[in-house]
């Protein structure tokens, strides 16, 4: 989106690619399932405005952290998604 927006140069883009692409080896994928989007949807139902998509993100990573008991940054560049994960008590990087 930012790179189409002319917002992130050509290059800049291509070394977030590689970045992503060489740390998703590490990456522990969290299955959307019932439990998933159970807590979404408590999110959805919750105080702040926030799209179903954003929830499912969120959901997804408060159901690990609950899994793996480790505290784990939520990484957004999107205002209310970072608006409703720091509601949420979330550790909140903004990148925006």
């Keep these: 989106r930012r790179r189409r927006a002319r917002e992130l140069s050509e290059e800049d883009f291509a070394a977030t690619v590689d970045r992503f692409q060489s ?3 590490r990456w522990e994928l ?3 399932g019932e439990v998933v989007l ?3 949807e ?3 139902r919750g105080p ?3 799209r ?3 929830a499912v993100h969120i959901a997804s990573l408060m159901v690990f952290e609950a899994a793996s008991a480790m505290q784990v940054a939520f990484v957004t560049g999107d205002g209310r998604q970072r608006d409703a994960a720091n509601g949420l008590g979330l550790d909140v990087v903004w990148v925006g």
């Design 38 to 40: 159970n807590r979404a």
């Design 52 to 54: 179903t998509l954003d």
């Design 42 to 44: 408590e999110i959805v």
């Design 23 to 25: 740390e998703r080896i």
């Design 48 to 50: 702040s405005p926030i």
């Design 30 to 32: 969290v299955e959307v």
